[in-house]
Nanobody, 127 residues
Framework: QVHLVESGGGLVQPGGSLRLSCANS????????MGWFRQAPGKEREFVSA????????FYTDSVKGRFTISRDNAKNTVYMQMNSLKPDDTAVYYC????????????????????WGQGTQVTVSS
């Protein structure tokens, strides 16, 4: 069983930054492609970013391109998402997800493609 634990959320003013972390308890972290999703109040969960098993391929939803950066440290079994220039529209619960069966250079953008999910961490952008 794989457990994903997110951290790093909080309250930040518009224009501020946060770095989310997701620790993966899986035995071999490089087996998993990883992704971040978010769910704002009253809205469906949506894709934010994804990273391949190798870390060499990343993909972002248009609304966060140039502001968010996903990365992974395979030695620490952890995936990160650096979020800069935050906007009130970024307010949401952010979820980390892991996919076990993935080609080495593939990324995944749909919820159904992921096998494991974290509990989520709240990000609130407000003045």
């Amino acid at each position: 069983q794989v457990h994903l634990v997110e951290s790093g959320g909080g309250l930040v003013q518009p224009g501020g930054s946060l770095r989310l972390s997701c620790a993966n308890s899986g035995r071999t972290f490089t087996r998993y492609a990883m992704g971040w999703f978010r769910q704002a109040p009253g809205k469906e969960r949506e894709f934010v970013s994804a990273i391949s098993r190798s870390g060499g391929i990343t993909f972002y939803t248009d609304s966060v391109k140039g502001r968010f950066t996903i990365s992974r440290d395979n030695a620490k079994n952890t995936v990160y998402m650096q979020m800069n220039s935050l906007k009130p529209d970024d307010t949401a619960v952010y979820y980390c997800a892991a996919r076990e069966r993935s080609d080495y250079g593939s990324v995944h953008v749909h919820e159904y493609e992921y096998d494991y999910w974290g509990q989520g961490t709240q990000v609130t952008v407000s003045s």
